[in-house]
């Protein structure tokens, strides 16, 4: 367990307006959860202020001051602690997630996993590049006769439109049919 507090002398930024304030109307104690350190895990007790907004137009009275990189508004668990469960919930979901974090010393529920997967935001859609008909072309002959037969395979930048060099030309169409034939 680590015990700290934030400075008193110090104005914090109100959450509503962003203007300064020092006007201090209480303390309260923070009970954060980071993650694990020696395999042990850690608790952080930060005694943070409660302060007035001297702003008269923010809709905001009062606010508690944030420190950067350690607290987030409304979250029990530090940023760094935060990403690791994402992570972990992105990877292996409900069950999963929840055992591989109880081997980190970190004890949540599947259920506690899975809530702090739905929170994530989603990725950005990608647009798929689309293939013109001879792009897509090239690319089936690739995949028909792959370079990996052939001794001497194609440089990247042309894929698939140089052909071997020790390829054997084909016979015409005509003769390999009347090979064929009795």
């Given at each position: 367990m680590i015990e700290a507090r934030t400075r008193s002398r110090v104005p914090a930024g109100c959450s509503g307006c962003g203007v300064l304030s020092d006007w201090t109307h209480s303390r309260y104690?923070?009970?954060?959860?980071?993650?694990?350190?020696?395999?042990?895990?850690?608790?952080?007790?930060?005694?943070?202020?409660?302060?007035?907004?001297?702003?008269?137009?923010?809709?905001?009275?009062?606010?508690?001051?944030?420190?950067?990189?350690?607290t987030v508004r409304y979250q029990?668990?530090?940023?760094?602690?935060?990403?690791?469960?994402?992570?972990?919930?992105?990877?292996?979901?409900?069950?999963?997630?929840a055992r591989m974090l109880r081997v980190m010393n970190v004890g949540l529920s599947r259920c506690t996993v899975l809530a702090q997967?739905?929170?994530?935001?989603?990725?950005?859609?990608?647009?798929?590049?689309?293939?013109?008909?001879?792009?897509?072309?090239?690319?089936?002959?690739?995949?028909?006769?792959?370079?990996?037969?052939?001794h001497h395979p194609p440089p990247a930048h042309t894929l698939g439109r140089t052909r071997c060099r020790t390829a054997q030309p084909m016979a015409p169409r005509a003769s390999r049919s009347r090979d064929r034939l009795p």
């Open positions: 104690v923070r009970h954060l959860a980071d993650a694990a350190l020696g395999g042990r895990p850690v608790r952080i007790d930060l005694s943070v202020r409660r302060l007035y907004c001297e702003n008269p137009s923010c809709p905001k009275v009062t606010f508690a001051e944030q420190v950067p990189r350690l029990r668990r530090t940023p760094l602690l935060q990403h690791l469960v994402e992570s972990v919930g992105v990877v292996l979901a409900g069950r999963g997630g997967l739905m929170r994530m935001p989603l990725p950005p859609l990608v647009t798929p590049r689309v293939l013109g008909w001879g792009r897509l072309r090239v690319l089936r002959r690739h995949l028909r006769h792959p370079p990996g037969r052939c």
